[in-house]
T-cell receptor, first 112, second 110 residues
C-alpha cells in the first residue's frame, strides 16, 4: 500500500535561519506531489506542486522553494525564514485514479 | 482564478444537534471532495462526489453535489464529540489541482 512520510514533525527555528522539510512517498511511482501550508486556524494554501522529477510549479510568490531530486522525494526549503513562515506544512500526493489527495502527518514550524 | 468558498467558518453545536457546512465554487467542477482534520492532525480524505446531483452517505454524514456541479454540502445528523474538527471541501477541475475551501471548524458541546 502507498504511504507518505514527512519530517521533521515539529521544529522551532530562528528568523533568518534555513529550512528543510522532507517528504517521501512509498508504494507508488511518478506521483503528483504537493506542499501545502496551513496557518493556525486557517485553510490550506497550496505552495508547490510537482508532476515529476525537477518539475516544480509555484503557486504563490514567497521565500520558500521546493525541489524534487527523486521520483518519490519532495523537499521544501528556505534560505532565510521569516516570522510569517510559521505554520503547519503538509506534504501530499495525488492518487492515480479518482483525483484524491492523501496528506502526510504534517510539520509544525515555529519561527521565533 | 478558481475560488472555493466554504461557510460557515465556525460552528458550535450541542451534542445531538445537526450540522451542515456548505461549499460553493466560482467555476464548474469535475468533482468535489471532503476532508476532515482533527485538532492537531492532518486532513483525511472522507469522500469524493463526481456526478451532478449526487448524494452519498457515510453513517451519519450525508454529502451532496449540486446539479450545476458548483456547490456541495456536508450534513452531520445528531453530532457526537468525535465529530469535532475542521471540515474542508476541495474542488477539482479537469487536471490535477484541487482548490480547498477555508474549512468549517466544528465544536461539539457534550
Amino acid at each position: 500500500s502507498q504511504t507518505i512520510h514527512q519530517w521533521p514533525a515539529t521544529l522551532v527555528q530562528p528568523v533568518g535561519s534555513p529550512l528543510s522539510l522532507e517528504c517521501t512517498v512509498e508504494g507508488t511511482s511518478n506521483p503528483n506531489l504537493y506542499w501545502y501550508r496551513q496557518a493556525a486556524g486557517r485553510g490550506l494554501q497550496l505552495l508547490f506542486y510537482s508532476i515529476g522529477i525537477d518539475q516544480i510549479s509555484s503557486e504563490v510568490p514567497q521565500n520558500l522553494s521546493a525541489s524534487r531530486p527523486q521520483d518519490r522525494q519532495f523537499i521544501l526549503s528556505s534560505k532565510k525564514l521569516l516570522l510569517s513562515d510559521s505554520g503547519f506544512y503538509l506534504c501530499a500526493w495525488l492518487t492515480g485514479s479518482g483525483n484524491t489527495i492523501y496528506f502526510g502527518e504534517g510539520s509544525w514550524l515555529t519561527v521565533v | 482564478g478558481q475560488q472555493v468558498m466554504q461557510i460557515p467558518q465556525y460552528q458550535h453545536v450541542q451534542e445531538g444537534e445537526d450540522f451542515t457546512t456548505y461549499c460553493n465554487s466560482s467555476t464548474t467542477l469535475s468533482n468535489i471532495q471532503w476532508y476532515k482534520q482533527r485538532p492537531g492532525g492532518h486532513p483525511v480524505f472522507l469522500i469524493q462526489l463526481v456526478k451532478s446531483g449526487e448524494v452519498k452517505k457515510q453513517k451519519r454524514l450525508t454529502f451532496q453535489f449540486g446539479e450545476a456541479k458548483k456547490n456541495s454540502s456536508l450534513h452531520i445528523t445528531a453530532t457526537q464529540t468525535t465529530d469535532v474538527g475542521t471540515y474542508f471541501c476541495a474542488g477539482g477541475r479537469y487536471g490535477n489541482k484541487l482548490v480547498f475551501g477555508a474549512g468549517t471548524i466544528l465544536r461539539v458541546k457534550s
